[in-house]
């Protein structure tokens, strides 16, 4: 019978806790005992046939190491097993919503990070630098109102102990300036006292109102019913009032 320790199985990795398991040939031999460590970490015992440590293993090369003494039975033995553990990849997209708006509004610029829940994402925009928390759903908000222009969001996340760095360029979006309302009035030449007549009324502005010698006018599709009361200089006044996009 053989009294040879076979060696160190991989079961299974990852960063924080490694599962190994121990195969003699001689596995059902209750008194068989040694010890075995990660990178020359704390020794820990193992029976007949497997262990489990719960060293912090590191990025990069990593070694296990299994040494049986012997006994009256068995011979002394000893196995080394090098593994590499690399960082998790990450990835993730950018996203500025909506891409066109007016001046004065909020642009949303949203980072979904793959692999990733939890640290800071940095998001490039106008060559300003922001800091901003991924949330425990591997997501980054951040709400900007900008000048008019246009602007390309880039998002730079640079990684951690155990998550690799990544970087992506998101859409680009427009901001552009609020519209100049433009007023157009229409009036009958020719006019006589108690003549009743239509004033065309027209804007691409928003909440036109109109006054005619400080009287507010009803408008109607575009039109105004006025009956002319004396003779002598009447006066229209129209305005609109400033919105999100006028």
Same mark, same amino acid.
């Given at each position: 019978?053989?009294?040879?320790?076979?060696?160190?199985?991989?079961?299974?990795?990852?960063?924080?806790?490694?599962?190994?398991?121990?195969?003699?040939?001689?596995?059902?031999?209750?008194?068989?005992?040694?010890?075995?460590?990660?990178?020359?970490?704390?020794?820990?015992?193992?029976?007949?046939?497997?262990?489990?440590?719960?060293?912090?293993?590191?990025?990069?090369?990593?070694?296990?190491?299994?040494?049986?003494?012997?006994?009256?039975?068995?011979?002394?033995?000893?196995?080394?097993?090098?593994?590499?553990?690399?960082?998790?990849?990450?990835?993730?997209?950018?996203?500025?919503?909506?891409?066109?708006?007016?001046?004065?509004?909020?642009?949303?610029?949203?980072?979904?990070?793959?692999? #990733?829940?939890?640290?800071? +994402?940095?998001?490039?925009?106008? &060559?300003? /630098?922001? $800091?901003?928390?991924?949330? @425990?759903? !591997? %997501?980054?908000?951040?709400?900007?109102?900008?000048?008019?222009?246009?602007?390309?969001?880039?998002?730079?996340?640079?990684?951690?102990?155990?998550?690799?760095?990544?970087?992506?360029?998101?859409?680009?979006?427009?901001?552009?300036?609020?519209?100049?309302?433009?007023?157009?009035?229409?009036?009958?030449?020719?006019?006589?006292?108690?003549?009743?007549?239509?004033?065309?009324?027209?804007?691409?502005?928003?909440?036109?109102? #109109?006054?005619?010698?400080? +009287?507010?006018?009803?408008?109607? &599709?575009? /039109?105004? $019913?006025?009956?002319?009361? @004396?003779? !002598? %200089?009447?006066?229209?006044?129209?305005?609109?009032?400033?919105?999100?996009?006028?």
């Amino acid at each position: 019978m053989s009294n040879e320790l076979l060696g160190i199985i991989l079961a299974g990795i990852d960063l924080k806790y490694l599962n190994i398991s121990i195969s003699l040939f001689a596995s059902a031999y209750s008194g068989s005992d040694g010890l075995i460590s990660a990178n020359n970490g704390i020794a820990m015992s193992f029976k007949a046939a497997s262990s489990y440590i719960k060293d912090v293993l590191n990025i990069g090369s990593n070694y296990v190491t299994a040494i049986y003494p012997g006994d009256k039975n068995y011979t002394y033995m000893s196995n080394v097993t090098q593994f590499d553990i690399s960082k998790t990849n990450t990835s993730l997209t950018v996203v500025a919503t909506p891409s066109d708006l007016v001046f004065g509004n909020i642009t949303n610029i949203t980072v979904t990070m793959v692999n #990733v829940t939890a640290g800071k +994402v940095l998001i490039e925009v106008n &060559n300003y /630098n922001y $800091t901003v928390d991924i949330n @425990s759903n !591997g %997501i980054a908000t951040l709400e900007l109102a900008l000048p008019v222009g246009t602007y390309t969001p880039k998002a730079y996340y640079l990684g951690d102990v155990e998550h690799a760095a990544s970087n992506k360029t998101g859409n680009a979006f427009e901001v552009i300036d609020k519209i100049t309302p433009e007023i157009t009035i229409t009036v009958p030449s020719d006019l006589k006292v108690g003549d009743v007549v239509n004033i065309t009324v027209t804007s691409n502005g928003y909440n036109l109102t #109109v006054w005619i010698d400080g +009287v507010k006018q009803t408008i109607v &599709n575009g /039109n105004i $019913t006025y009956t002319v009361p @004396s003779a !002598g %200089i009447h006066t229209i006044f129209a305005n609109t009032t400033e919105n999100a996009t006028h």
